[in-house]
């Protein structure tokens, strides 16, 4: 079974800071691999995905995340962050296209507070 | 993107009654849509795998006759909570498969309270 793992619950960071959301899966084959945010209330916003090909995938929002096969994992990243981004972060890891890449499990997410 | 549109954002409802929550696909087909719940400061669920014109597949633990989900259409899925109880009040996302299922596309999300 696919599982999806944020080691960190709660992320602080100056604005202007440089940022990295953890992410570790585990799934027995390559992994469509997601990173979302979702605002207090809101839906969620797709900000990156993977599927194969160039490891290090760029978003929106400035974002990107690379993609490590050795390692399990798919950690986001932003060099400089700004209010606006404080949300919350969720991993998620699909099938593919047997599996399903809309077919999702997800993370526990990581909240991140920017401090001004 | 695709867009998702779910309706409603927000619902209070008394318990023992029913609520209907919509999920509609506006501008591509899906054949397949997923309902999430997502309790607070918590992750998202997938509680089932809604399939045009067959019964939807639950995941282990949902039960099937309180959540009624159908997909009438390709562009819309349902979720009915019935008989909903004050341990029903969540956050419901739906999604829908995009182009070669290599992406979801979300719904805003309902918050459902049940008073």
């Known amino acids: 079974a696919q599982s999806v793992t944020q080691p960190d619950i709660h992320i602080t960071v100056s604005e202007g800071a440089s940022l990295e959301l953890r992410c570790n899966y585990s799934y027995g084959a390559t992994p469509y691999l997601f990173w979302y945010v979702q605002s207090p209330g809101q839906g969620l916003q797709l900000l990156l995905k993977y599927f194969s090909g160039d490891t290090l995938v760029q978003g929106i929002k400035g974002f990107e995340a690379e993609f490590k096969r050795s390692q399990s994992s798919f950690n986001l990243r932003k060099p400089s962050v700004h209010w606006s981004d404080a949300a919350e972060y969720f991993c998620?890891?699909?099938?593919?296209?047997?599996?399903?890449?809309?077919?999702?499990?997800f993370g526990t997410g990581t909240q991140l507070k920017v401090e001004l | 993107g695709a867009v998702v549109s779910q309706h409603p954002s927000r619902v209070i409802c008394k318990s023992g009654t029913s609520v209907k929550i919509e999920c509609r696909s506006l501008d591509f087909q899906a054949t397949t849509m997923f309902w999430y719940r997502q309790f607070p400061k918590k992750s998202l669920m997938l509680m089932a795998t809604s399939n045009e014109g067959s019964k939807a597949t639950y995941e282990q633990g949902v039960e099937k006759d309180k959540f009624l989900i159908n997909h009438a259409s390709l562009t819309l899925s349902t979720l009915t909570v019935t008989s909903a109880h004050p341990e029903d009040s969540s956050f419901y996302i739906c999604?829908?498969?995009?182009?070669?299922?290599?992406?979801?596309?979300f719904g805003q999300g309902t918050r459902l309270t049940v008073v």
């Open positions: 999604s829908a498969g995009g182009f070669l299922n290599t992406e979801a596309f």
């Open positions: 998620a890891v699909g099938g593919g296209l047997t599996g399903g890449g809309n077919k999702l499990t």
